[in-house]
């Protein structure tokens, strides 16, 4: 399980990373600072070749 309580995003997107081996890059570098929460039960798997970022996250190649 992931959860964020107010971490900034860069924040999140790193332990995503970690847990998924998924690189992530932000097109407005401001956007790593907004604080973010949730949580996720459901086990993000490791690196898939369907996964479609949102459109303001862009995934770059490990």
Same mark, same amino acid.
């Given at each position: 399980? =992931?959860?964020?309580?107010?971490?900034? =995003?860069?924040?999140?997107?790193?332990?995503?990373?970690?847990?998924?081996?998924?690189?992530?890059? =932000?097109?407005?570098?401001? =956007?790593?600072?907004?604080?973010?929460?949730?949580?996720?039960?459901?086990p993000?798997?490791?690196?898939?070749?369907?996964?479609?970022?949102? #459109?303001?996250?862009?995934?770059?190649? #490990?």
């Amino acid at each position: 399980m =992931l959860a964020f309580d107010g971490e900034t =995003l860069n924040e999140a997107i790193a332990q995503v990373s970690q847990q998924t081996g998924w690189r992530f890059e =932000l097109e407005d570098s401001a =956007l790593g600072e907004m604080r973010v929460g949730g949580a996720t039960f459901t086990p993000i798997r490791k690196r898939s070749s369907s996964f479609t970022p949102p #459109a303001s996250v862009s995934k770059r190649s #490990a």
